[in-house]
């Protein structure tokens, strides 16, 4: 099902003005004010990321969250030919292995970037792995997440510790 954000239209501000200037005015002491077409931009969870490039996604209260790699990740790896997905139920500590990738150059652990419940794991990466090299960051139903989590008080505190995107990318930076 697609989102109400991708199913709205934006109105052309053109059509709007005609719109103003055609329509009848009723006598009223409402004044028109500037039109604006609508724009929509994804309301952000807060992601983090860790060194070994994970990725975390909370939701604006903190408990529940999407797991994946990141681009840099999927760039290192090359194309990706196998994704092992963690357990449905599984509860684990921040740096536990919750999955694998594997590609033509290389296979890597996925680790777990908090104390977290796996809630949900990502099924289409089992038939399509090669998503995670696509949109290794984006959790949507289309994305290359890997799974979607239950965070509790301990998982918030290791959220805190994560590196925010503009220190990943320092982080990542530096490795080259």
Known sequence: MASIARCLRAARPSTLSRLAVQAPRAKSNWQPVAVRAFSSSPIRDIRKYTKDHEWIDLNADKTAGVIGISEYAAEELGDVVYVELPEEG????????????????????????IACTVTGINLALEEKP??????????SHGG???????????GVKDFEALMDPEEYKAFTGSEH
């Open 130 to 139: 090669g998503t995670i090299n696509q949109v290794p960051e984006d959790d």
């Open 90 to 113: 599984k509860e684990v500590n921040a740096g536990d292995a919750i999955g694998a990738v594997e590609s033509v150059k290389s296979a890597a652990d996925i680790n777990a970037p």
């Open 144 to 154: 290359g997440w890997i799974a979607k989590v239950q965070v509790g008080e301990q």
